[in-house]
DNA sequence: TTCTTGACTTGGACAACGTCCATCGTAGGA
DNA sequence: TCCTACGATGGACGTTGTCCAAGTCAAGAA
């Protein structure tokens, strides 16, 4: 947490109150935040800040690579602190909730060049899906 | 096409012009078309059908399962109606073009059950990102 | 064919999420 | 300490999607 403190003002990133009040809200719980939920914890400790600054904010550290943006469904985006370490999500179909996961293989390599047509292929995101044990229990 | 109203109507789908005409706008172009350019493309051949009707029958053949949803980026969602053949997606990080791909083997395989977290997993959504060929070349 | 009825459509208000911009404030170097 | 460019503010605005009450119509019944 002090750690992405660091990486950042090593970056040249001007360190504001509010910046400090949003990366500490994001290092602090490893879970998976809305930016207005972001924003709710950072009135906590700061009361006047502006919900376009969080926005601004969480922009940046997307940028920097220092956080991962993620669009599940059609709700609001949600923002990962945990971009230091490559990994996919499971989702329950059911209440949503996120868990970080880690694949064996590269997800990659299961693309044949012969679909890839003739794109440069960079990346692959994956969503497992399916019920989670309280969801699963709950049927 | 009239596969796709034939099997609406053999699931007792009710048939309007509107619904008709929303139908025959996803299986005339195999492209991933968001609810409001399949209204435009709707309006067209309808003049006064409503946007509101546009979002309800989208979402009635997404639970059909006749057609996809998908949620790239936080933009409007777009819709697939390539939905009879299970497939993945690659997607332009420059221009956002969408291509339907399909990976050798099961994404589910990499997921090894220590990772599952004591979820049942179904299925695994895949977003493949680069850039396409136009874009690549432009750089 | 006409009638009947419940499902479908309409259009406009509303809501969630996000962006923009002019103005004000302040971090950090000189 | 002072300057100034960069960041913060907050309210208007835009996009995407949902809701609802009232009107319309597809399709089976007679």
């Known amino acids: 947490m002090s750690d992405l403190l660091e990486r950042l003002r090593a970056r040249g990133w001007r360190m504001t109150s509010q910046r400090r009040v949003v990366a500490e809200v994001l290092a602090g719980e490893h879970v998976h935040l809305t930016a207005d939920e972001v924003h709710a914890r950072a009135?906590?400790?700061?009361?006047?800040?502006?919900?376009?600054?969080?926005?601004n904010t969480l922009g940046e550290l997307v940028a920097l690579g220092e956080v991962v943006e993620l669009s599940m469904d059609g709700r609001a985006k949600r923002y990962d602190p945990n971009a230091h370490r490559a990994h996919q999500h499971l989702v329950c179909s059911n209440c949503g909730l996120i868990r970080d996961v880690r694949p064996s293989g590269d997800p990659l390599a299961v693309l044949p060049s012969t679909e890839r047509f003739g794109f440069a292929v960079s990346k692959a995101d994956v969503v497992y899906r399916g019920l989670c044990p309280g969801c699963a229990r709950a049927r």
Do not use: D, H, M
């Open 43 to 55: 009135v906590e400790r700061l009361p006047e800040i502006a919900r376009a600054t969080v926005y």
